[in-house]
């Protein structure tokens, strides 16, 4: 019988992938495209639901615990990147001013990666707390087809609403206003950027729910595991217990 204290391949998999995407997608957000008629995104959209997707994964097959453990990583992972980006770009180039377009991918902004960090530490553990609480609710009611579904859904739902309510106006109109004297952004124009992050990323996840379900049914018969969080707690910062 395993310990409870060791993982599985697959659930190291699926840990290596969720911080990749977290790291990838800070990367990706210094381009801005065009998504379609005057609606743009930034390229950080291509990956950052990716995340979501996999933190919804290991929430139904590992339970909260191990997604727990998950998130902490990523922020980890995340904070490290932007430490290392950091001290990299005090280093003095080797040919003066050659380094302009590397500081522009690796430069973040103090502000924006405090907010990053905070609003992706609380949307995903409010992802994987409704996902958790979702399941225990749905246990025993077959379907699981359209239970899944709900729960994905709406736990990214959840998550991304969190994430964007906290990451647009700390990181552009409180921090701004706190350190340069003005929002960089007008009102509208964040409250619309707020709208279109959630509901463009609570529609990837749709898109892709046909995929997410298959691989989550692969993964729990592989793995020989469905586990439900009773009796859990679900302090964020009880780590120790996997």
Known sequence: MKSR?????????????FCTCLVASNLLETKVFRAWGPITLTCGF????????LND????????????????????????VVILGGIA?????????SDEAFKQVFAFAPQVA??????FIIGSFLNALV???????????GHFDYHFSMRAI??????????????????????????????????????????????????????????????VKFVKQFEGEDVYDDGISYNA????EL
């Open 5 to 17: 204290k060791q993982v599985s391949v697959s659930f190291m998999i699926a840990g290596i992938l």
């Open 46 to 53: 291509l990956v950052f639901p990716i995340s979501y997707i």
């Open 57 to 80: 994964v290991i929430a139904e097959v590992w339970g909260y615990r191990k997604a727990r453990l998950t998130i902490w990583l990523g922020f980890i992972m995340n904070f490290f």
């Open 89 to 97: 770009c005090s280093l003095p180039a080797a040919v003066e001013g």
């Open 114 to 119: 405090i907010a990053s960090l905070l609003a």
């Open 131 to 141: 996902m958790s609480k979702m399941k225990m609710a749905d246990r025993n009611k």
């Open 154 to 215: 709406l736990s990214t739902l959840a998550g991304e609403s969190a994430d964007s309510l906290i990451f647009f106006p700390l990181a552009f109109y409180i921090f701004p206003y706190i350190f340069m004297g003005k929002p960089q952004l007008p009102l509208e124009i964040m409250l619309q950027l707020m709208l279109t992050q959630v509901v463009a990323k609570t529609l990837y996840e749709i898109l892709v729910l046909p995929i997410t379900i298959q691989v």
């Open 237 to 240: 910062f009880n780590i120790k």
